[in-house]
């Protein structure tokens, strides 16, 4: 519903503040306190007022565009957005950093219309959360991908990371591997902490080993799944379970490294099931992160988040898929 003069008035009457101070809230400019920035927005919803999407910027905050796995799902949710008039812009921040906070600073007064935490500081704990209340400040709605920030009520969208472990466990169970190991990410990250409850939890559920010894956390790229997973085979694993592709490729440099093969002696699973993954040898095995449904979902409630319709702040959960090729096999006293 358009915005007449008589509307703004009927709304600055209802919400109890002036005209001005409504549009300042429809436009999303600051010097409007919480209080009432809430009461002009719920006067908005009553009289079903909804905000136009053509030509609105979208951020996109995303930690870079090295790993194929972000380029790909900010593809995609750009492809969600673009038909409604949305402009969406790419910001590779570090997570946590001055640099996020700066990148929403000096754009918000360009027009953001919504931002998007693609697996930014969101899925930190613990970590300086300013840039968020920054935009709670301005009225600006957001929608988080993978873990969101637990002192504010916004929707999430997000791989259920309990069930990725739940598939890899599983498969590698199923092939008679009985002491699996875990390269995870690091502490204090959500999707990492999320899989290491799962990873526990199914070998706990198939009455395998679920000591900590089994879990070697490092970061999620090749080094760091060298590194763990050097240790976890120093420690007897004949399966291994990878939080990232790139850390199932620090695996595969690592049983290599001790003069053994994958999948002969060592199975390993990846995460994401990025592009590149039919051409290395031999093609990894990974759980696939459902990019499409997420994007579907994202797209979904950044569009009535502008529109200003009220939207869940339940975190939506969506299961991942397992994609079998040739880097598992049968456990070596089973082959």
């Not at 509307?7 to 005209?19: F, P, R, Y």
């Not at 609105?56 to 870079?64: G, I, S």
Request: glycine share 6%; proline share 6%; charged share 25%.
């Amino acid at each position: 519903m358009p915005i007449g003069t008589t509307t703004l008035a009927e709304i600055a009457k209802a919400a109890e503040v002036s005209e001005a101070t409504v549009s300042r809230v429809i436009n999303r400019k600051y010097g409007v306190s919480a209080a009432t920035r809430q009461a002009v927005e719920e006067a908005l919803r009553k009289v079903g007022y909804e905000r136009p999407l053509d030509k609105r910027l979208v951020l996109m905050l995303t930690p870079n565009l090295k790993n194929p796995i972000f380029a790909h799902q900010a593809e995609r949710i750009e492809n969600e957005l673009s038909p409604h008039g949305l402009t969406p812009i790419i910001c590779p921040v570090y997570p946590g950093t001055p640099r996020e906070r700066d990148y929403v600073e000096s754009l918000v007064d360009a027009g953001i219309a919504a931002v998007v935490f693609l697996s930014s500081s969101n899925t930190l704990r613990d970590e300086d959360h300013r840039v968020v209340q920054f935009i709670e400040s301005r009225g600006i709605p957001y929608v988080s991908i993978n873990g969101g920030f637990p002192e504010f009520e916004a929707p999430v969208v997000s791989t259920d990371d309990w069930r990725v472990s739940e598939l890899a466990v599983g498969h590698l169970h199923d092939l008679g591997h009985r002491r699996i190991g875990l390269l995870a990410g690091p502490t204090g990250n959500i999707p990492a902490d999320r899989r290491v409850e799962g990873f526990q939890r199914a070998l706990r559920r198939r009455g395998l080993d679920d000591s900590a010894e089994l879990v070697s956390r490092q970061h999620f790229n090749v080094e760091g799944g060298q590194l763990a997973a050097t240790t976890l085979l120093k420690r007897g694993v004949t399966g291994i379970v990878a939080s990232s592709d790139e850390m199932a490729l620090g695996a595969y440099r690592a049983v290599d490294r001790a003069d053994l093969r994958v999948p002969h002696d060592v199975s390993v699973i990846g995460y994401d099931d990025s592009p590149m993954l039919d051409f290395i040898w031999p093609p990894l095995t990974t759980v696939r992160q459902p990019i499409e449904r997420i994007a579907e979902n994202v797209g979904r409630i950044v569009t009535s988040l502008i529109a200003n319709r009220d939207v869940s702040a339940d975190e939506v959960l969506i299961d991942p898929e397992l994609r079998l090729r040739n880097s598992t096999a049968l456990a070596p006293d089973r082959a």
